[in-house]
Nanobody, 121 residues
């Protein structure tokens, strides 16, 4: 089994910063793509940022220049540094990781439980 544990969400004023972390553990050989998605009330889940095993990154247009995704392969952890936060960034943020399972030797897509980010104006 593979588990993702997210942390770092909370309440922050507009213009502030937060750093999200997501650690993968369990029956893992390796991780490939790691990413963050978010879902605001009444809206569909959307990609925020993604990073490949080779550290290539992709960002939603709405967060470019404000958010930075990074990873620590030794810790199977992905981070999202969020700066210059805006009220419209308020959402539940979900971690998504593709792992090679040591049990099945198949690639699995795993989702975190979500962490709430609230940005007040």
């Amino acid at each position: 089994q593979v588990q993702l544990v997210e942390s770092g969400g909370g309440l922050v004023q507009a213009g502030g910063s937060l750093r999200l972390s997501c650690a993968a553990s369990g029956s893992i050989v390796s991780t490939t793509a790691m990413g963050w998605y978010r879902q605001a009330p009444g809206k569909q889940r959307e990609l925020v940022a993604r990073i490949t095993s080779g550290s290539s990154t992709e960002y939603a247009d709405s967060v470019k220049g404000r958010f930075t995704i990074s990873r620590d392969n030794a810790k199977n952890t992905v981070y999202l540094q969020m700066n210059s936060l805006r009220p419209e960034d308020t959402a539940v943020y979900y971690c998504n990781v593709a792992v090679l399972s040591s049990l099945s030797y198949r690639y699995l897509e795993v989702w975190g439980q979500g962490t709430l980010v609230t940005v007040s104006s």
